[in-house]
């Protein structure tokens, strides 16, 4: 198991900036994939970015040039720094940790709680 702890949502206003933080805990092997993703009501969670451990970070469209992802692997820490703020970014954000054998939805796929972000013109 994988526990992941996310932090840094919250209300901001339009062309502000937020910093989301998430740590993974437990059961972790060397390579693996982290990742944000977001969900609008009555919606499908989607991609924002992710990043596998030695590989460049993937972006989903509306978010390039704006957020950008890094990580801390020795502190199984990831981050999402979120520039530019629209509100239309207003969702849930989850942390997603995703090891071998990288099967969506398969017993090595965790997500975070969620953390809400709100952005208001």
């Known amino acids: 198991q994988v526990q992941l702890e996310e932090s840094g949502g919250g209300l901001v206003q339009a062309g502000g900036s937020l910093r989301l933080s998430c740590i993974a805990s437990?059961?972790?092997?060397?390579?693996?994939?982290m990742g944000w993703y977001r969900q609008f009501p009555g919606k499908e969670r989607e991609l924002v970015a992710d990043?596998?451990?030695?590989?460049?970070?993937k972006y989903a469209d509306s978010v390039k040039g704006r957020f950008t992802i890094s990580r801390d692997n020795p502190k199984n820490t990831l981050h999402l720094q979120m520039n530019s703020l629209k509100p239309e970014d207003t969702a849930v954000y989850y942390c997603?940790?995703?090891?071998?054998?990288?099967?969506?939805?398969?017993?090595?796929?965790?997500w975070g709680q969620g953390t809400q972000v709100t952005v208001y013109s």
């Open positions: 437990g059961n972790i092997r060397s390579m693996n994939t």
């Open positions: 997603n940790f995703l090891q071998p054998p990288y099967m969506r939805g398969g017993p090595n796929d965790f």
């Open positions: 990043m596998m451990i030695g590989s460049t970070p």
